[in-house]
């Protein structure tokens, strides 16, 4: 049986925030991720800065492409806007929104399937336009939806579940947000929700293109061919009058460690995750010192999380375009046509 939303009920003790609102406010459906995904310890941070931030729900717009990770909108501010794209192409989709109405809180929900593969080229161009927006990449480094192929961002020398080796060179998101023109990027652990509220928390008061990159490991890709264990083998093996799919619950993984140190993370399947955070003397101004931070720790096998680039002097695409202080879905027809003689000056200026 699956449960699609959560009981109305609330607790009169809960505690509200300076908009009256409790946490419970900000929840969405229960989740029909595997039990113990990373992705919804994000779900939940996402949901504990909104509140804390005292956000009016209906002010938010949260969009997504395909994937586990773009199935996560459904699991938080159930009472917000909500659009959920095709694969790749939500930047080109929260763009428009957010010039037809620029007084929305814009929330971007992808994965690394979504984003570093099929939406590559979307994913940059929203970097470097400076949408005034918080886009969240849940990273796994899997394709969870179809059962553990290698993402463009899993690490060369990577195992997949049959202990074949990944032989590309993957993509650093990061990396690439810096070069694209992002005034806001940092990098957090799904387990390390200290950490990742107030990331996000900065991340929603920013001005212009801000980026987290989120390791979130996936608890169950072992759907591989061979398997006797595998969904098409069980299949084809067995007699049943109803098709039924059980994944075993994990526990969700978490971790805790100080500023400027290393911690190897065991996963589910016992392979390590080594994270590095940034010390409190790192200098998150410094665009060239943050790549060759990053790039220095990634090459030791670290994964370097925190604050790493911020501009206090970034911009968005409504003043780099200069467009009307007014939502543009709110103007009337008298104000978005100037009228024969302008058009016939732009016209002019063209040819």
């Given at each position: 049986?699956?449960?699609?939303?959560?009981?109305?009920?609330?607790?009169?003790?809960?505690?509200?925030?300076?908009?009256?609102?409790?946490?419970?406010?900000?929840?969405?459906?229960?989740?029909?991720?595997?039990?113990?995904?990373?992705?919804?310890?994000?779900?939940?941070?996402?949901?504990?800065?909104?509140?804390?931030?005292?956000?009016?729900?209906?002010?938010?717009?949260?969009?997504?492409?395909?994937?586990?990770?773009?199935?996560?909108?459904?699991?938080?501010?159930?009472?917000?806007?909500?659009?959920?794209?095709?694969?790749?192409?939500?930047?080109?989709?929260?763009?428009?929104?957010?010039?037809?109405?620029?007084?929305?809180?814009?929330?971007?929900?992808?994965g690394d399937g979504d984003s570093a593969s099929i939406g590559l080229g979307q994913f940059a161009h929203l970097m470097r336009r400076g949408v005034n927006m918080v886009y969240i990449l849940e990273n796994n480094g899997v394709y969870g939806l179809t059962k553990g192929q290698f993402s463009a961002t899993a690490d060369k020398g990577s195992a997949s579940k049959k202990g074949v080796a990944n032989t590309d060179s993957p993509i650093d998101t990061v990396s690439l947000a810096l070069l694209m023109g992002a005034t806001f990027v940092a990098r957090s652990f799904s387990g390390d929700k200290g950490q990742l509220v107030p990331i996000i928390k900065a991340a929603i008061g920013h001005v212009g293109a801000a980026f987290i990159d989120v390791v979130s490991p996936c608890v169950a890709f072992n759907n591989h061919a061979g398997s006797t264990k595998s969904y098409d083998y069980i299949r084809a093996h067995n007699e049943a009058v109803n098709q039924l799919d059980f994944i075993q619950g994990r526990e969700e993984i978490t971790a805790d460690y100080a500023e400027g140190?290393?911690?190897?993370?065991?996963?589910?399947?016992?392979?390590?995750?080594?994270?590095?955070?940034?010390?409190?003397?790192?200098?998150?101004?410094?665009?060239?010192?943050?790549?060759?931070?990053?790039?220095?720790?990634q090459a030791l096998g670290e994964v370097v999380t925190g604050l790493l680039y911020v501009d206090n002097q970034s911009s968005d695409l409504h003043r780099n375009l200069n467009t009307v202080d007014i939502p543009l879905n709110a103007l009337s027809e008298q104000a978005l046509c100037p009228g024969t003689a302008i058009l016939e000056k732009i016209n002019a200026s063209l040819r």
């Open positions: 049986m699956t449960y699609l939303a959560k009981p109305k009920l609330r607790h009169p003790a809960l505690s509200a925030n300076a908009r009256g609102f409790t946490r419970r406010d900000y929840e969405g459906r229960i989740s029909t991720l595997c039990a113990g995904c990373g992705h919804d310890s994000i779900s939940a941070a996402i949901i504990q800065a909104c509140w804390e931030l005292d956000i009016e729900p209906h002010r938010v717009a949260k969009l997504s492409g395909i994937g586990c990770s773009s199935k996560t909108p459904d699991y938080f501010l159930g009472n917000s806007h909500g659009f959920n794209t095709v694969h790749g192409r939500m930047p080109s989709v929260l763009t428009g929104a957010n010039l037809a109405n620029r007084d929305l809180l814009y929330l971007g929900v992808s140190t290393t911690i190897d993370v065991t996963q589910h399947d016992g392979t390590l995750i080594r994270l590095h955070k940034a010390s409190t003397d790192y200098d998150p101004t410094n665009k060239v010192a943050a790549m060759n931070y990053i790039q220095s720790h």
